[in-house]
């Protein structure tokens, strides 16, 4: 037997529950890996209570839980290709990575081997919001010597965003609340408080203007950029949300293009890019993690260990 958070309706965090499962085995085609470690994203917890976004991804109850893993793999089909026993990989399985074990089709373009270097606590949060920020920034073309304005800069997906911004050579803002001013500037960033009054903030820290935007939570900073002045083809929104304002870009982890993984991947193990990890709790603590998670103030992302 083997152990995987499942819920049998939609809900708050109450509806998780961790349950004793038989032991899955790899088909021919197909590899296992065990699961050491699960990155939560809103995305998670949003599918938990939302039926209608539930079904876009193709889950139906009862469900399992998370998107993000990493481990190792441990079994090998007869007909898989690409990975071999004792592999340390990540990568993404929507509705079903905080379990014992994982199973991926080959050959895989949903996992990835881990760099030496990398742990898999680092590893497990990547896929989804790596791929979100690179998608967001790419569908703007951001380039050295822009000054952008991220939203939500925070958050799982800001703190990517804003490093790989960084990485771009441009000035970076990001609005977030006055709480985590301090972490923000840790991380290369021009903090302004989100709420009324902020294009009057942002004029005043880039009196030279913005050329560049991208939300990364709600619409508030797209439509600052856009009373600023900044063309709509260079500001993005992520994916899931409200309709963004015309000629705006929607992106999200599924528009990232070839290689953009690996290239976040290798600026991990390269010091280039840093992931704060907010909180670790094990498995059987998947609802106080949700919890915290869904508050939305931790400076970081939160770890499930299995």
């Given at each position: 037997?083997?152990?995987?958070?499942?819920?049998?309706?939609?809900g708050?965090?109450?509806?998780?529950?961790?349950?004793?499962?038989p032991?899955?085995?790899?088909?021919?085609?197909e590899?296992?890996?065990?699961?050491?470690?699960?990155?939560?994203?809103?995305?998670?917890?949003q599918?938990?209570?939302?039926?209608?976004?539930?079904?876009?991804?193709?889950?139906?109850?009862?469900?399992?839980?998370?998107s993000?893993?990493?481990?190792?793999?441990?079994?090998?089909?007869?007909?898989?290709?690409?990975?071999?026993?004792?592999?340390?990989?990540?990568g993404?399985?929507?509705?079903?990575?905080?379990?014992?074990?994982v199973?991926?089709?080959?050959?895989a373009?949903?996992?990835?081997?881990?760099?030496?270097?990398?742990?898999?606590?680092?590893?497990?949060?990547?896929?989804?919001?790596?791929?979100?920020?690179?998608?967001?920034?790419?569908?703007i073309?951001?380039?050295t010597?822009?000054?952008?304005?991220?939203?939500?800069?925070?958050?799982?997906?800001?703190?990517?965003?804003?490093?790989?911004?960084?990485?771009a050579?441009?000035?970076?803002?990001?609005?977030?609340?006055?709480?985590?001013f301090?972490?923000?500037?840790?991380?290369?960033?021009?903090?302004?408080?989100?709420?009324?009054?902020?294009?009057?903030?942002?004029?005043?820290?880039?009196?030279?203007?913005?050329?560049?935007?991208?939300?990364?939570?709600?619409?508030?900073?797209a439509?600052?950029?856009?009373k600023?002045?900044?063309?709509p083809q260079?500001?993005?929104?992520?994916?899931?949300?409200?309709?963004?304002?015309?000629?705006v870009?929607?992106?999200?982890a599924?528009?990232?293009?070839?290689?953009?993984?690996?290239?976040?991947?290798?600026?991990?193990?390269?010091?280039?890019?840093?992931?704060?990890?907010?909180?670790?709790?094990?498995?059987?603590?998947?609802?106080?993690?949700?919890?915290?998670?869904?508050?939305?103030?931790?400076?970081?992302?939160?770890?499930?260990?299995?």
């Amino acid at each position: 037997m083997s152990k995987a958070v499942r819920y049998r309706r939609f809900g708050g965090p109450e509806v998780l529950e961790l349950h004793e499962i038989p032991e899955p085995h790899a088909a021919p085609d197909e590899v296992r890996v065990r699961v050491t470690a699960a990155g939560l994203n809103p995305m998670d917890w949003q599918i938990t209570t939302q039926p209608d976004m539930a079904a876009r991804f193709g889950i139906t109850l009862p469900a399992g839980f998370g998107s993000d893993f990493a481990g190792v793999v441990d079994e090998v089909g007869s007909e898989a290709t690409g990975f071999a026993t004792g592999d340390r990989v990540y990568g993404g399985a929507i509705g079903r990575s905080v379990a014992d074990f994982v199973l991926v089709k080959t050959p895989a373009t949903t996992i990835w081997p881990t760099p030496e270097g990398v742990a898999d606590e680092v590893a497990g949060t990547l896929p989804v919001s790596g791929l979100t920020a690179s998608a967001a920034l790419a569908s703007i073309g951001l380039r050295t010597g822009d000054t952008v304005l991220i939203g939500g800069a925070a958050g799982g997906v800001g703190i990517f965003a804003v490093q790989l911004a960084k990485l771009a050579g441009a000035r970076v803002l990001g609005t977030a609340s006055e709480g985590t001013f301090g972490f923000l500037r840790g991380l290369g960033v021009e903090p302004v408080a989100y709420g009324p009054g902020l294009v009057d903030r942002v004029r005043a820290l880039a009196p030279e203007g913005i050329t560049a935007a991208t939300d990364l939570f709600g619409r508030e900073a797209a439509e600052v950029a856009l009373k600023l002045g900044v063309a709509p083809q260079r500001v993005s929104v992520v994916a899931d949300g409200p309709a963004p304002p015309p000629g705006v870009h929607k992106a999200g982890a599924l528009d990232a293009g070839p290689g953009a993984m690996e290239r976040i991947a290798d600026a991990i193990r390269s010091g280039g890019i840093t992931v704060p990890i907010a909180a670790t709790f094990p498995v059987e603590q998947i609802r106080e993690a949700v919890t915290k998670q869904a508050e939305r103030h931790v400076h970081g992302k939160i770890v499930i260990a299995l």
